[in-house]
């Protein structure tokens, strides 16, 4: 892997004060002599490193006033939305939004697999299925998202359309984390099962409607159990 320039390395760590909530949404980030100092680089190079994140719209400058951060919904990279979602502070709305994706794109990946999985794939499914039941009972935690994940990357391959694979391939990180956390409370591993189970037998049926209404269900599901076991409990 080629070695991250100075200029690279500048903004990312600038990027990373940002996600962790030291320059929230609307303050102004330190001047180039202060960054220069701290980073121990040049104002030349804390200048560029600005303009990398300005073209990102990560950050906006106002001529006179300063440089200030923009809303996360007004950056214009996915992999620093992405770190924002698995690094951030505020967790919970990330959660939520990344729900939201899903929703979106899964549900329409499930109704175009329900024409065109192969039996040998219905089988797989089920295999998954089976998985996270084994996990379950056994407490293997990573088992069981290993399970849940792979059961709905096999839904994505399924609908044969490329946009959707390449959409949810820089997803998988933050998913993985996201599964990690949620996936620890039994009761949501048991809601999971049980929708994965309606999923599998709605894909085998060949029905696009059910397909798509098992996963909407199951998207509903996990948003519920979101908030009542995970959400909930960080604000009691």
Request: net charge negative.
């Amino acid at each position: 892997m080629a070695r991250k320039s100075l200029v690279g390395v500048v903004a990312d760590e600038l990027l990373d004060r940002i996600i962790a909530g030291e320059f929230p949404p609307g303050a102004s980030v330190p001047g180039e002599l202060e960054l220069s100092s701290r980073h121990e680089v040049s104002r030349m190079t804390v200048r560029e490193a600005m303009k990398t994140l300005e073209a990102q719209r990560i950050l906006s400058v106002e001529r006179g006033r300063g440089t200030f951060v923009n809303p996360i919904n007004r950056w214009g990279s996915l992999d620093a939305v992405l770190r924002a979602a698995s690094e951030g502070t505020n967790d919970a709305s990330a959660a939520i939004q990344l729900i939201e994706l899903r929703r979106m794109l899964e549900t329409g990946a499930c109704e175009l697999a329900a024409g065109r999985m192969a039996d040998s794939d219905i089988q797989a499914l089920r295999a998954q299925v089976e998985r996270m039941r084994q996990a379950h009972e056994t407490n293997d935690l990573a088992a069981f998202v290993e399970a849940d994940l792979a059961f709905h990357d096999l839904i994505l391959q399924a609908s044969e359309n490329v946009f959707v694979a390449v959409l949810f391939e820089p997803l998988h990180r933050v998913l993985e984390k996201r599964r990690t956390e949620t996936s620890k409370v039994p009761d949501i591993q048991k809601h999971a099962i049980g929708h994965h189970q309606n999923i599998a037998d709605a894909l085998a049926s060949r029905d696009p409607h059910r397909a798509r209404d098992a996963m909407d269900a199951h998207m509903q599901q996990t948003l519920d159990d979101l908030k009542t076991f995970v959400l909930a409990e960080g604000t009691a």
